[in-house]
């Protein structure tokens, strides 16, 4: 029983060793974008309700956000920012039997949500590493009513965490690999290793909207023409975007490395809302710190690169 | 009598044109007393084996109404 198990675990890995070569040599694509948008779900929003005997209820709601978005990325730096700030109004007004005139309460509310996350490799992009992540969220909500009527008290939550750190290794996302290996293995062709490389870059570039964010409505052609372009398959776009998109060749997600790692964390939160039915009257400032350490070892051990697909 | 009337033009945030606006609209008139005009009545069987002849909840007035309008933008700086 040993010597079965023992031979089991050879040819797995004696099988997966190619594939796990086309892993191992994956390069962290280089590529960056940057986008701001204006936006409003409910630029103007009414919504007026009558049931019999109920009365009419009517809800205003109005809202503008600025939206801004950056990434960047090369084998040695990843880095991201993200940022909105919103206002929203919302004012509702239901009958009131005893007055029979509407009780009204008004929401005014600013939000400004940020998140960012920085990771940099000294001499080699698989060795000694430095890394930041950080977010915070600031709501202010001021509520207004009917003389008489009770609303909630203002609203205030701030809210902020970073996390810093070293660390040394690489735990490298394989999946667009086994994605480009799919399209050579259902195409028919045969890749070279570097190709199939490139393939993979691509599809990781467009996994992580870099094609989205560049090009709007044009992603999706240019995607395809650069996939297709590499193997020399203009003709076969539906094809490839079965493979692409069906879930008849969907795959895990795969990881290929080791890494350990430790930090420090510090947490902020000055906050009154207790849940989303009741607010407090007093907020204190709390501040909390932790230490925190992870290893990863990953390796995938598929007898193919493609997966056990049934 | 039901009168629905709705989605004029739907506003679509996951577009990621450089602009993109749309508008969104729906009536809702429900009337229920249509609904029990042709029966007024109805037969009931209770556990004693008897049958009634009760009447059927009529109102002339069970209405509802719901109105609905939204508009909205998704405007690209860059």
């Known amino acids: 029983m040993k010597k079965v198990l023992l031979f089991c675990l050879l040819f797995t890995l004696l099988v997966s060793a190619q594939d796990v070569n086309l892993f191992y040599n994956h390069k962290i694509p280089t590529f960056d974008y940057h986008v701001m948008y204006v936006a409003a779900n409910d630029l103007l929003g009414f919504t007026s309700s009558l049931y019999n005997g109920q009365g009419k209820t009517e809800t205003y ?39 029979h005139g509407y009780n009204t309460i008004e929401r005014a509310e600013t939000d400004f949500q940020v998140y960012g996350k920085y990771s940099r490799y000294f001499d080699n992009e698989k060795g000694l590493y430095f890394f930041t992540d950080g ?5 202010n909500g001021n509520y207004t009513g009917t003389p008489g009527h009770s609303y909630p008290p203002d609203l205030t939550h701030l809210n902020a965490n970073i996390l810093m750190g070293g660390g040394y290794g690489r735990v490298v996302e394989v999946r667009s690999v086994a994605k480009a290996a799919i399209i050579a293995d259902e195409m028919n062709i045969s890749l070279s290793a570097d190709i199939l490389e490139q393939l993979a870059v691509v599809i990781e570039k467009s996994e992580n909207g870099y094609y989205t964010m560049t090009f709007k409505d044009d992603a999706e052609i240019k995607f395809m023409e650069e996939l297709t372009a590499l193997i020399n398959k203009q003709d076969q776009t539906a094809k490839i975007q079965q493979i692409l998109n069906s879930s008849l060749y969907k795959t895990i997600n795969r990881y290929y490395g080791w890494t350990v790692k430790a930090g420090l964390g510090i947490n902020m939160l000055q906050s009154n809302i207790r849940n989303i039915y009741y607010v407090d009257k007093d907020k204190e400032l709390q501040f909390d710190s932790d230490f925190y350490t992870a290893f990863r070892y990953t ?5 193919n690169i493609i997966g056990q697909r049934a | 009598m039901n009168c629905n009337f709705s989605r004029v033009f739907a506003f679509d945030s996951g577009n990621y044109s450089n602009f993109s606006a749309g508008v969104y609209t729906q009536y809702m ?23 009634y002849e009760v009447p059927k909840y009529v109102s002339s007035a069970w209405e509802s109404e719901i109105t609905n309008i939204h508009l909205g933008f998704k405007y690209f700086i860059f």
């Open chain 2, 29 to 51: 008139f429900l009337n229920r007393a249509a609904l029990y005009a042709n029966a007024a009545y109805e037969k009931r069987e209770y556990s004693n084996y008897m049958s």
């Open chain 1, 135 to 139: 977010s915070a969220i600031c709501l």
């Open chain 1, 61 to 99: 709601n109005s809202g503008l956000s600025l939206n801004h978005g950056y990434h960047t990325q090369n084998p040695k730096i990843t880095g991201s920012l993200n940022s909105s700030l919103s206002y929203n109004y919302n004012k509702q007004q239901t009958p009131n039997w005893n007055t």
């Open chain 1, 299 to 303: 390796l995938p051990i598929s007898f």
